[in-house]
């Protein structure tokens, strides 16, 4: 079945960074589009970042963009997040996802949290 693990979180001071890594089992990793959706107490859930299968497009929230990176490793089935500059407002669980449709990249999906997930990473930004 769907696995998705992410370490790398913690507590980071504002100003920061912080790399997210998400070990990813029981599908076909290169073809799928991957992202980073991530879980505050008080907005819900946020989509953040896509990267298609083969690496090749990247998109990113408004609210990350220009701070965070995402990349894939397909030989190692991973994907990661490499966050910069990091606010008061990044304080979150951050989860990886393989069944997310970023924006303008097809039919939108209500954003769910799935079992498949995991438990994902808290960040914490403080200072």
């Known amino acids: 079945q769907v696995q998705l693990v992410v370490s790398g979180g913690g507590l980071v001071q504002p100003g920061g960074s912080l790399r997210l890594s998400c070990a990813a089992s029981g599908f076909t990793f290169s073809s799928a589009t991957m992202s980073w959706v991530r879980q505050t107490s008080g907005k819900g859930l946020e989509w953040i970042s896509s990267i298609s299968g083969e690496g090749r497009y990247t998109t990113y929230s408004d609210s990350v963009k220009g701070r965070f990176t995402i990349s894939r490793d397909n030989a190692k089935n991973m994907v990661y997040l490499q966050m910069a500059s990091l606010k008061f407002a990044d304080t979150a669980v951050y989860f990886c996802?393989?069944?997310?449709?970023?924006?303008?990249?097809?039919?939108?999906?209500?954003?769910?949290?799935?079992?498949?997930w995991g438990q994902g990473t808290q960040v914490t930004v403080s200072s």
């Open positions: 996802a393989n069944d997310v449709v970023p924006p303008g990249w097809g039919t939108p999906q209500p954003l769910i949290k799935k079992e498949s």
